[in-house]
């Protein structure tokens, strides 16, 4: 399976960031990138990884963690 660099950046940061859930663009704050692009990733790698669940961010918005 090909990843983007953008799709790497994204699991990565959740793994630093085991049980801390993030948004689109919360994480891309975090990594100083495009909301759009981290936005697309994400909505990429949720349904091939079952790994990652969703939640409530600390912004008020809906993200993904990376689960226990």
Request: charged residues 20%.
């Amino acid at each position: 399976m090909i990843y983007s660099l953008m799709e790497s950046m994204v699991r990565q940061r959740l793994r630093d960031k085991k049980g801390q859930v993030y948004c689109a663009d919360c994480l891309a704050q975090d990594l100083q990138q495009d909301p759009t692009e981290v936005r697309a990733a994400m909505d990429a790698l949720a349904p091939r990884h079952l790994n990652f669940s969703a939640g409530p961010c600390p912004c008020g918005q809906t993200g993904l963690t990376l689960r226990w």
